[in-house]
Every structure is written in C-alpha cells, then in structure tokens.
C-alpha cells in the first residue's frame, strides 16, 4: 500500500463509515484503521439491540391495556425470556452485517489494529508508519466503568455485554438515569424484572423544563423504583450485589452501570499535537467544519464528546470526510438540535431547550394528554408537552415532552424550527382528526392566545373544549 496517503480515517464506526463515503468520492488514496469489532456502536450494542427489547417489552406490557379494550385472558400470557434476548442477538446480527457491507470492498485500504499518532500527519499501526495529508479521528466511545465496580465481575453489566446474556435475573439496579438508563430500566421492568433505578441528580432522560421532569418521573415511577440525589456504593454479596446510595439499602442480583461514555482518546497521541487539552484530556475543536484548531486533523462522532447521537455522528463524519478531501475547510451549518429517548410515554427535545430559554423573552404553550381524544382511544392519555416561542413574533424556537408520538412530533418541530416557521405559520397547516398532532396543535393555541395583537384568520381558531373533537 502506498504509505503516502491523502486521508487517513481512524475509526470505522458511524462517523468514520461516513468519512469514508465521502472521502471515496474524491480519491481511492486513503486508508481506514479500526481496532475492535467493526459494525459501529449502534448497531451492535446501541440503538439497534435495544429498540429490539424494548419493543418486546412494550408488546408484553401491552396486555395490562387489554381489559379496558374489552380484551380477556391476559392474565395467561408469560414472558419467554431467553427467546426475547435470542431474538435481540439476531436482529442485531443482522444489523451488524448490514453495516460490515460497507467496508468489505475496501481491501487493503481497511486494516485492524490500534492507531497512534505521531505527530499531525503520521499514524502508527503496529510496526508499520503512514503518513496522509489529513487525518480524521472517529475512535468512538466505551461505557464508563468506575475501577472499585470492576471487581464485581459478571454481576455487573455495561451495553458492551448486556445484549449478550442468555437470560435476565429477577432483581436488577440501573445505575444512571440518561437516556439508555431511563430506556432499558422500562424495559427490564415491563419483561418482567424487578427493577430498582439509580441517578447521581435528579435529572432524567436529559430533561431540563421541570413541569416535563414532574410528569416524567411520575409516569415512570409507576413502574419501577427511582432513587436519586446521591451518590451509589456497590458491593458484592454472596447472591448478588448491595446497591446503597444515601438511605437506601438493596440487594439485587445484577447491576447495569449506565453512567455515560468517555471518547476513546486515550494513549491516541493527542499529547503530541501540540494543542492545548483539556482536563479531560480533549482538544478544542470547531464543530462545523470538526477541525482540531488548524492542524490537518479532524475529530468527529463520540470521539469529540460533543452530541453522542447517531445522526449527530454522520453529520460530522461526512463534514470531517468533505473538508479531509477539499482544498478549503468549509464551515457547515448543522441541524436543529434533536433528542428522542425511547420511553412510554416518549421522551424528546427539540431545538432550544427550557433551560436554555431566555425566560423573559419567551412564550410557552403547554398540552396535557390525558383528555386528549386519540390518545384516551388507544389508552395511551399519558404525558406533557411545551412548546417555547419567541414572544416578540411567535418564532418557534424549540420545546421539550414527555407524551405519546414523542419521536414523530419532535421531527414535525424539527422541520418547523429549521425553517424558521412562527406558531402562526404551523397552525395555519391541517391538523387532520382524530390524530395525537391534534394535541401539538393545543400546544400551539396556547401561544397564541399569548401573541400579542389580533389576527382574522384561521389561526385564531380555538379548542373546542371536547375530548372528541380535540
């Protein structure tokens, strides 16, 4: 292989496959280095595995709704667990080799092993030297995992390992209540575990507007126990392992530490750039063009700790990928900010978020599902939304929720927001009936009514104040 290269991509995981594409389109002078597994975090112990077991979580738990729909002999149906987990693996193989299609025809310019940096434009793989006239680090991220937990052995679990269990326990603590804490507690607890979940704040899923935070963690408490504000001390026992944290004491069998990612940065050779880092040891760089200050290196995905999201990291994998390859780094604009958690009700944050707000400036228009008509239908009248506004014109500028269709509303705001659309402009679309946008559309007359002005048009329309109607 020519060891004089045009780009260097470290990494083959989202970001990096994303580079890869673009980068592929301008030259076939390139090399991608990964070490471990390939088939990208998602698909082999993130999104995907878990959206399998939830799924298989909500269709068991559906059958506490049967009884109201009229629906008997509920009470008969059991949980098969090691086939729900067997069926997770295999989903989730067959997502990896989706993934792995990718990188089969690279030959040669694909190779395994662990990449150091030796200076901005060299990388070291083993005994062998290559030098590229950019390089682009999507090294990804790995659960954190606090030494003293260590010595727990197999009675503690990250997502790393988590998919691969043959079978679940009957008790087991959650250790961290972000988004995959929060998704996989409920999960855990709707198949049937006894599921006690743990949060160093109060925080949840990344909510920051209180009024949501309050709804959130009612709805979930009324499936499993939630401890939070302190910190968590584990030790093993004989049967399992003692989970304390301030006044509470339990002994469960397994524990799954959820406590967040770290960027797989270490012993990289980021030392030797000579840029400044952080105290995690982290550069500074810009996140639209993902330059690390002006050196011909690019960070992108989890490896720059920025935004762990999946549509996140191919963003910044095809900008990383587009300025390694062009003669000038363009700076790019990114998408309205965008988070769902997959929860019951669903969890989700678009645009700004309340804590974000600049309070006085803004408006907020707020819906509670639980008379809402479609919803009350599917017996799925659970949850809060608000929507914030800017209060000199009624700009939509971004809104959190805890409500059914959370996944598919927050895309509806995503795509209003990003246009630069007022609360006026999104209520004079159709709102077809009986649909749950019915509720988003409460949302949005609550503002209204708070605009300052008078209009004549159909966006001065109000509720009708009647579940079937509304």
């Not at 909500?58 to 067997?86: C, S, W, Y």
């Not at 399992?240 to 301030?246: I, Y």
């Not at 799925?380 to 608000?386: A, H, P, V, Y």
Request: aromatic share 4%; net charge negative.
């Amino acid at each position: 292989m020519n060891t004089k290269l045009d780009a260097i991509v470290i990494g083959a995981g989202s970001a990096g496959l994303a580079a890869v594409k673009q980068i592929s389109k301008q030259t076939d002078n390139f090399l991608l280095i990964n070490e471990g597994p390939y088939g990208t975090t998602c698909a082999r112990v993130g999104c995907m595995p878990s959206k399998v077991l939830i799924e298989a979580a909500n269709a068991f738990h559906a059958r506490h709704k049967a009884e109201a729909f009229g629906i008997r002999g509920h009470q008969n149906l059991t949980i098969d667990l090691p086939a729900v987990m067997q069926r997770v693996r295999n989903l989730r193989d067959r997502f990896v080799k989706g993934v792995l299609k990718s990188t089969e025809g690279l030959g040669e310019r694909s190779i395994s092993g662990r990449a150091i940096l030796l200076d901005h434009q060299t990388v070291k793989v083993g005994s062998n030297t290559f030098k590229a006239k950019r390089i682009i680090l999507a090294t990804g991220s790995t659960p954190i995992m606090p030494k003293p937990w260590m010595q727990l052995g197999d009675k503690i679990l990250t997502t790393d390992n988590f998919f691969e269990q043959k079978d679940l326990p009957k008790r087991m603590a959650i250790i961290g209540l972000g988004p995959i804490g929060v998704e996989i507690a409920q999960a855990l607890s709707r198949l049937g575990i006894d599921v006690h979940a743990f949060g160093k704040t109060d925080q949840i899923a990344g909510v920051s507007d209180p009024e949501i935070a309050k709804t959130l963690r009612t709805s979930l408490e009324s499936e499993f126990s939630i401890y939070t504000s302190h910190e968590v001390e584990l030790t093993g026992t004989a049967e399992g392992v003692r989970v304390e944290a301030g006044p509470v004491s339990i002994e469960v069998d397994k524990v799954l530490a959820a406590v967040g990612r770290k960027p797989n940065v270490d012993n990289l050779g980021l030392d030797r750039l000579g840029v400044s880092l952080d105290s995690r040891g982290m550069p500074s760089f810009d996140r639209h063009t993902m330059q690390i200050e002006n050196l011909p290196i690019f960070i992108a995905g989890d490896a720059n700790a920025d935004v762990s999201l999946l549509h996140e990291a191919a963003d910044e994998g095809y900008i990383a990928g587009l300025n390694a390859t062009a003669d000038d780094v363009t700076c790019f604009q990114r998408r309205t900010p965008l988070a769902v958690v997959f929860s019951d009700p669903g969890i989700a944050a678009v645009g700004v978020r309340y804590s974000e707000l600049d309070q006085p400036a803004s408006l907020i228009g707020s819906i509670n599902f639980a008379t809402q008509g479609r919803a009350l239908s599917a017996q799925r009248n659970n949850g809060l939304m608000r929507i914030y506004a800017r209060q000199s014109d009624g700009l939509l500028l971004g809104a959190e929720m805890c409500c059914p269709a959370a996944e598919h509303m927050s895309h509806l705001l995503a795509l209003a927001i990003g246009r630069h659309l007022t609360v006026q402009d999104l209520l004079g679309m159709p709102f077809y009936h009986p649909v749950l946008e019915e509720g988003l559309r409460s949302a949005l007359r609550d503002i209204a009514g708070q605009l300052n002005g008078s209009q004549r048009d159909l966006v001065t329309c109000s509720n009708y104040e009647a579940e079937a109607l509304n």
